[in-house]
């Protein structure tokens, strides 16, 4: 406050801050540390913040990851108060096909995650640049708000593969009941990424999702693998371990050792020795049970 109250009166240079908080000289590390903060002190004053908020914001068009990643640092740690000057300059794509002003935009107003941003960040769901769409189903997950439902779910069948996982991420943050269909047929997506980011969103919602999960495990389709790592994790009902060892059992064994691999449940591991006729897998699963102890 004391340094607030000194310099209201004075031209503040916030170039040669910015420079300072964003140096990547290792000798310089002191001075960095207290131009960050300075700069973060003076974004939450209530006199001076939108002078300064506007200023790092009309950096966001910078080539720089290292100021980047500096710039969103600021501005999450200036808070919820950084969202409407990040806003209001959300029409500016930046100087060049790339849009990195407002790929900056998106990815800052997420690491903020106040659900405000919503209906601004949402607007660019349907952006003909993938980037941007991907940007912003990124920024939706992050408010972790059930508001952002209704957006996300349109990005679930995007065109685009990088796209759709970043939905499916976002889901994953929010996902209830409600979007247990939706999450296992992600797992038959083409893409690791979208079966991955599926997997996440049904281990939040939990015991809910067995009864489903195990409806599907029986099919001979590709998300067979991404079923049972989801139900391994899931595995404390006695229903549900007899489900998963029925279908290691059925499978050749390079897939049975790969269930094996991702299982770390030591009393599941003892079951899968017993039905286990392969003796080197046994000898696997027997090692991984002895080194858990």
Known sequence: MI?????????????????????????????????????????????????????????????????????????TKIGNSAIAGIVKKLDYRGSDRASRSLSQSLWVLGEIGDEKIIEHVAYFI?????????????????????????????????????????????????????????????????????RYAAVKGLLHVGSAAREPLMKTVTHSTENDYFVVKTLLQLS??????????QYVREKPAPIRFVVYEECNDKNLLRLFSESENNLLLKNYINRKIFNSN
Do not use: C
């Open 3 to 75: 340094f607030l109250l000194l310099i209201i009166n004075q031209d503040i240079d916030f170039e040669d801050l910015f420079s300072k908080a964003t140096t990547s000289l290792v000798q310089f590390a002191a001075v960095k540390d207290t131009a960050f903060e300075r700069i973060i002190e003076i974004g939450q004053d209530s006199l001076l913040g939108d002078t300064v908020i506007d200023f790092l914001v009309s950096k966001f068009d910078t080539k720089s990851a290292r100021e980047r990643h500096g710039l969103k640092d600021m501005l």
């Open 126 to 194: 349907d952006d003909e640049q993938w980037h941007i769409r991907s940007g912003a189903y990124t920024a939706l997950g992050k408010t972790k708000s059930i508001k952002a439902r209704p957006y996300i779910l349109q990005g679930l069948y995007d065109s685009v593969a990088i796209v759709r996982k970043s939905a499916y991420y976002a889901l994953s943050s929010i996902a209830t009941e409600n979007e247990i269909a939706h999450l296992i047929d992600g797992l038959d997506d083409e893409f690791y990424g979208v």
């Open 236 to 245: 404390d009902s006695a229903v549900v371990q007899e489900q998963i060892i």
